[in-house]
């Protein structure tokens, strides 16, 4: 079953508005969740790693006032895209290991975002 | 640059056929490889990871590993119309954790009925 849940699984905004999408780990702390980008077509970016009661660590070229990270809990992380505009439009997908470091990675159900 | 290539495809295979996905990276010093499963619309799926060089078997799906040529295969056997996918390779930074993936593009697999 799903160890990992992501809320909503899609969402439509209007461009200039933000969106918070809700990652959170089933039946296990997760004190490290990560953040995936997909455009369509291509391949899943890491966005930024989140950290429960520290600041999130941005991957280059990721900009961290737009898509804010919140990881408040042992068990949920947020990503808020601010000020969307329609090229922010993807297919968020937050993720997190199942044990150690050396654990494979599992992710969420995924977010489709379009930006109008 | 780290690079991990798979082929686009699509890759058409005739159900029950065995159905063969090849990624090679760039990296030398990558420990990990992972295959997986995505749906059109749907997040990624593990179905296998490898870390040594060799076969590994589960079920129907066989992963192999080649160090020496940074080349890394899926193998599915008796493929069935529901592992119609895109087929994602990924592989781990030498000495990093797990999360921090690079990921192919995908190579789609039609599996005919």
């Known amino acids: 079953g799903a160890v990992v849940s992501q809320h909503p699984s899609w969402v439509i905004c209007k461009s200039g508005t933000s969106v918070k999408i809700e990652c959170r780990s089933l039946?296990?702390?997760?004190?490290?969740m990560f953040w995936y980008r997909q455009f369509p077509k291509q391949s899943l970016m890491l966005m930024a790693t989140?950290?429960?009661?520290?600041?999130?660590?941005?991957e280059q070229g990721v900009e961290k006032d737009k898509f804010l990270i919140n990881h408040a809990s042992l068990t949920l992380s947020t990503l808020t895209v601010t000020s969307a505009h329609p090229e922010d439009s993807s297919f968020y997908i937050c993720?997190?290991?199942?044990?150690?470091?050396?654990?494979?990675?599992?992710f969420g159900n995924g977010t489709r975002l379009t930006v109008t | 640059q780290k690079e991990v290539e798979q082929n686009s495809g699509p890759l058409s295979v005739p159900e029950g056929a065995i159905a063969s996905l090849n990624c090679t990276y760039s990296d030398r010093g990558s420990q990990s490889f992972f295959w997986y499963r995505q749906y059109s619309g749907k997040s990624p799926e593990l179905i296998m990871f490898?870390?040594?060089?060799g076969d590994k078997e589960d079920g129907r799906f066989t992963a192999q590993l080649n160090k020496a040529s940074q080349y890394v295969s899926l193998l599915i056997r008796d493929s069935q119309p529901s592992d119609s996918a895109t087929y994602l390779c990924?592989?781990?930074?030498?000495?990093?954790?797990?999360?921090?993936?690079?990921f192919g593009k995908g190579t789609l697999l039609t599996v005919n009925p």
């Open positions: 039946d296990f702390q997760a004190t490290t």
């Open positions: 989140s950290n429960e009661g520290s600041k999130a660590t941005y």
């Open positions: 993720s997190a290991l199942v044990g150690s470091d050396n654990s494979p990675l599992h």
């Open positions: 990924a592989v781990n930074p030498p000495g990093g954790s797990n999360y921090k993936l690079t």
């Open positions: 490898i870390y040594s060089n």
